[in-house]
């Protein structure tokens, strides 16, 4: 190399680290990665997008497994609470390809495993509806099963996701009213006896004796007339749907109590009343009209003198706090609990 050359060479060298002397080397050094935000990973991890979305029919057992392949909740818990749904007991129809009951679980997998945080988050409301160790199984999510059914049948379900704007209500309306399970609580999914096991919650109490009941003053002076009466004939007075209400948390692990506030002999009002864990709630306040949960209240007393404002009495005979064995006697409604 000539001396020429190498003076070329420095003088190159001497210019480039003037100019990142001027202009700072941190322009060009890498930039840090910024963090990646945080989220919920929905799909079963040994699940690929092309398996999710096949066409391809398979059995319901294919897509619980999908569930229970993945060690992290709620999908483990879904699964769980899927196989106790009486729809889903029977094995052989588990492991059928391409059955009504393989098409609505599928169904509600692909729903769940596309599930955003939102969703999930609602998801887990669904799951925890009533007390967990103590109902037989999981009613918002056998409802969303029987809605599931109809799924391939009607289009305007095709796309349907309860998890989106999650409502109790919506899914008890389109389930419990319109779904062909159901068929307006006239399929014989409806005996006293699994509608007891179903309506397992006070909200789902509260929603329930609102849109089966029908307010009839006619039955006032009908002796005896229990819970499974009333439910049967499907109309009473206040006491009476108190009776339904009381007998189903019960049923289903709360304590609940008939509330009732005399204003003179024989004249009052009953409702059913429940302990929760931030005090009482009344949950059924039975009057013709359709009237949400109220509360919390400190003790069943207080929930007496509620119904005395809500009406605007200012006198007062007797207060019961009772359980359905004492009120029915006290009203001549026992009977064989019928």
Request: hydrophobic share 35%; with cysteine; aromatic share 12%.
């Amino acid at each position: 190399m000539s001396g020429e050359s190498r003076w070329k060479i420095v003088a190159v060298v001497i210019v480039t680290s003037a100019l990142l002397g001027a202009v700072g080397w941190q322009q060009f050094a890498p930039k840090p990665t910024p963090p990646t935000t945080m989220t919920i990973t929905p799909a079963v991890t040994t699940v690929s997008k092309t398996q999710i979305t096949t066409t391809e029919a398979r059995p319901a057992n294919y897509y619980l497994s999908l569930l229970e392949s993945n060690s992290s909740e709620p999908y483990v818990q879904l699964a769980k609470e899927l196989r106790k749904l009486p729809e889903l007991s029977n094995t052989t129809e588990l492991n059928i390809v391409d059955s009504k009951t393989s098409g609505a679980v599928e169904s509600i997998v692909t729903v769940v495993l596309k599930a955003d945080r939102s969703e999930l988050i609602a998801l887990g409301k669904i799951l925890n509806e009533g007390i967990p160790s103590r109902r037989k199984l999981c009613a918002p999510l056998q409802a969303w099963l029987w809605v599931a059914y109809d799924v391939k049948v009607y289009d305007h379900l095709r796309d349907y996701n309860p998890l989106k704007s999650y409502s109790l209500g919506s899914l008890l309306n389109q389930a419990w009213r319109r779904s062909t399970t159901s068929n307006g609580y006239n399929s014989t999914r409806w005996s006293y006896e699994e509608a007891r096991e179903r309506v397992n919650s006070p909200e789902l109490v509260n929603w329930f004796i609102f849109d089966y009941l029908v307010f009839d003053m006619a039955r006032d002076n009908v002796h005896p007339q229990g819970p499974k009466k009333t439910y049967e004939t499907r109309r009473g007075v206040c006491r009476h749907a108190a009776y339904v209400a009381t007998e189903f948390l019960t049923y289903n692990g709360y304590e609940a109590k008939d509330v009732t506030y005399l204003w003179a002999d024989g004249q009052g009002h009953s409702v059913s009343a429940v302990k929760l864990d931030d005090g009482i709630w009344l949950a059924v306040d039975f009057r013709g009209r359709n009237l949400p949960m109220k509360g919390p209240f400190k003790t069943y007393i207080d929930v007496a003198y509620y119904i005395a404002n809500s009406y605007g009495w200012t006198t007062m005979y007797r207060i019961f706090v009772e359980d359905n064995y004492q009120i029915m006697e006290r009203n001549s409604d026992l009977g064989a609990w019928g």
